[in-house]
């Protein structure tokens, strides 16, 4: 008899220990922004870091030094080839005088746009909303992403919010570092003002 009141004390002090302890726990704010507020221009911050990994930044003031830059510096690298990863970015890039075909798998040269970029982790986001389809099923060597400055977010969930009704078939983030030395060998990202 002795061994089951000993036995029952134990788990009523187990019992009211847990219950003591659950009403202790913090109710967590999933609202609530994960990394702290920063002071500097979201557009320096997020230029410098991918610098820092190996990426290179191209800023335009408008659509007109966009066309201007991307073509001077595929005419300085001498560049054929370039592959678009979106009917809508091949059409509007010929207009311009930027001679692209439909990516494939074979694209040594691709030009995209995106979803928005993460200025603190200095990623590039692209969904399948942007035209890219199935055409980016790989990397190429050389990556070139437009993106506007309002597509500059300060983490992942505000790009998230921003996604249209209709959930795109993908998502991918392009952080440079890592991936700029194994699968990308160059990535420019040109970001025009808006």
Not at 92 to 108: C, M, Q, R, S, V
Request: proline residues 4%.
């Amino acid at each position: 008899m002795r061994i089951s009141s000993e036995k029952e004390k134990i788990l009523k002090l187990l019992r009211s220990s847990l219950l003591e302890k659950s009403n202790q726990v913090p109710i967590a704010d999933l609202n609530e922004e994960i990394f702290t507020s920063y002071k500097d221009d979201p557009v320096m911050v997020f230029a410098e870091k991918l610098a820092k990994d190996g990426g290179k930044f191209v800023y335009c003031e408008n659509e007109n030094e966009l066309f201007d830059k991307l073509k001077s510096i595929i005419e300085y690298r001498q560049w054929k080839d370039i592959g678009s990863y979106s009917n809508n970015l091949l059409t509007y890039l010929k207009n311009k005088n930027i001679d692209t075909t439909l990516a494939n798998k074979e694209t040594k040269i691709g030009i995209s746009l995106c979803q928005g970029i993460v200025g603190k982790t200095g990623s590039i986001v692209i969904t399948s909303t942007q035209g890219a389809g199935t055409h980016l099923t790989k990397f190429p060597p050389v990556m070139i992403v437009i993106a506007l400055s309002s597509q500059i977010f300060t983490s992942y969930k505000q790009i998230i919010n921003f996604l249209p009704e209709v959930p795109p078939k993908w998502i991918i983030s392009i952080k440079s570092g890592k991936l700029i030395e194994e699968e990308i060998k160059e990535l420019y990202l040109f970001l025009v003002e808006e």
